[in-house]
């Protein structure tokens, strides 16, 4: 039995009768929701980093912290440009017509984004446990922090997108 596309529906996709536009919006409310959850995240943490060396223990810092102090912080700012970027794509594409650009440009800041947020979040782990206990414990944090970021946040998500499901919705 053929079933006919309803009027305006351009592209038919098993579970969904929406045309490429209304996928496109659906995509975009996705993202912009994502977006939220990370951008307030990465905020505060970008900004609780950029007081750290105006307190007093900060000059207790050797080399090698500072280094990792600065890579973080450099992380976080990236991580901040990036998931907010797409904000501004926005504004500068509003009304142009160009919604497809716009969803596959912010898909990919925000992939980079978190990618920096990961390597931050290790950092600070690196950062906090190396002045709370000592540098192995540090390292042993800032891997296991990396590692578990890894799974939870790529190596899951992208195993289980290859796992075949009927998603009704």
């Known amino acids: 039995?053929?079933?006919?596309?309803?009027?305006?529906?351009?592209?038919?996709?098993?579970?969904?009768?929406?045309?490429?536009?209304?996928?496109?919006?659906?995509?975009?409310?996705?993202l912009l929701q994502e977006l939220r959850v990370a951008q307030?995240?990465?905020q505060l943490l970008t900004g609780f980093l950029l007081i750290l060396p105006f307190y007093e223990q900060f000059g207790d810092l050797d080399s090698v912290m500072r280094g990792v102090y600065l890579a973080t912080v450099a992380g976080s700012i990236g991580a901040t440009v990036l998931l907010v970027a797409p904000v501004i794509l926005h504004r500068?594409?509003?009304?142009?017509?160009?919604?497809?650009?716009?969803?596959?440009?912010?898909?990919r800041y925000a992939m980079a984004g978190t990618l920096l947020l990961g390597i931050t979040l290790a950092g600070v782990a690196t950062i906090i446990f190396d002045a709370?206990?000592?540098?192995?414990?540090?390292?042993i944090a800032g891997g296991c922090t990396l590692s578990a970021l890894g799974v939870f946040w790529y190596a899951i998500p992208l195993l289980r997108r290859r796992t075949p499901e009927v998603?009704?919705?």
């Not at 098993?14 to 536009?21: H, I, K, L």
């Not at 142009?96 to 596959?104: D, K, N, S, W, Y």
């Not at 709370?132 to 390292?139: E, K, L, P």
């Open 1 to 30: 039995m053929d079933i006919e596309h309803p009027a305006g529906v351009e592209r038919w996709d098993e579970n969904r009768r929406e045309s490429e536009a209304q996928r496109l919006v659906r995509n975009w409310s996705s």
């Open 40 to 42: 307030t995240g990465v």
């Open 92 to 107: 500068i594409l509003f009304r142009r017509h160009r919604l497809q650009t716009l969803v596959a440009t912010s898909h």
């Open 132 to 139: 709370v206990i000592d540098r192995t414990f540090a390292w």
């Open 167 to 169: 998603d009704p919705y």
